[in-house]
């Protein structure tokens, strides 16, 4: 298995497992939090999403879906642009509320733009510097290997969240 095809199967779970979340929850079930200062289902979501779109875009040279497509305007967060809900505090988290479509639409979206970019790498590509605040400087590879663990721990606990809400 080439890594583009193991990347590719790689980031099919995680939508796998955003539409398992987002398949029948109200819009309480995804605004829940555990607590006041909980993660809700639909914050995770839109989190999980902001961080592929934002990290894939960035290695790619590509605008983001976030952007590129008006999900910006049309989720309407009273939130910079660029935010991607790194930091975020209580109150921040609660001004994510989106709708299951909406953030379906979105996941969907960004996984597209995420599955072209992996088709066009080689794996030459996956050696080349994409940061170099770090040391060892990031590689493409660890950017992507990095996206995809930090995308499949919030989609697991979205996962968990909508399990404790259903039980």
Same mark, same amino acid.
């Given at each position: 298995?080439?890594?583009?095809?193991? =990347?590719? /199967?790689?980031?099919?779970?995680?939508?796998? *497992?955003?539409?398992? *979340?987002?398949?029948? =929850?109200?819009?309480?079930?995804? /605004?829940?939090?555990?607590?006041?200062?909980?993660?809700?289902?639909?914050?995770?979501?839109?989190?999980?999403?902001?961080?592929?779109? /934002?990290?894939?875009?960035?290695?790619? &040279?590509?605008?983001?879906?976030?952007?590129?497509?008006?999900?910006?305007?049309?989720?309407?967060? @009273? =939130?910079? @642009? !660029? /935010?991607?809900?790194? &930091?975020?505090?209580?109150?921040?988290?609660?001004?994510?509320?989106?709708?299951?479509?909406?953030?379906?639409?979105?996941?969907?979206?960004?996984?597209?733009?995420?599955?072209?970019?992996?088709?066009?790498?080689?794996?030459?590509?996956?050696?080349?510097? *994409?940061?170099?605040?770090?040391?060892? @400087?990031?590689?493409?590879? *660890?950017?992507?290997?990095?996206?995809?663990?930090?995308?499949?721990?919030? !989609?697991?606990?979205?996962?968990?969240?909508?399990? =404790?809400?259903?039980?």
């Amino acid at each position: 298995m080439s890594a583009n095809a193991l =990347l590719v /199967d790689g980031f099919g779970r995680i939508r796998e *497992v955003v539409h398992d *979340v987002l398949d029948g =929850l109200t819009q309480e079930d995804l /605004d829940f939090r555990l607590d006041g200062s909980a993660n809700s289902i639909g914050w995770l979501v839109w989190h999980l999403t902001r961080v592929q779109d /934002d990290h894939i875009a960035g290695v790619a &040279g590509l605008e983001q879906v976030w952007l590129a497509q008006g999900f910006q305007e049309r989720c309407g967060l @009273p =939130l910079d @642009p !660029a /935010d991607i809900g790194y &930091g975020h505090d209580r109150d921040q988290v609660a001004v994510v509320r989106l709708s299951r479509d909406l953030l379906s639409s979105y996941h969907d979206a960004t996984y597209e733009q995420t599955i072209s970019f992996l088709g066009s790498l080689s794996d030459a590509d996956f050696a080349t510097i *994409v940061d170099r605040r770090w040391d060892p @400087p990031v590689t493409m590879a *660890v950017r992507l290997v990095s996206v995809l663990a930090d995308d499949l721990q919030h !989609a697991g606990q979205a996962a968990f969240i909508k399990g =404790l809400r259903r039980s």
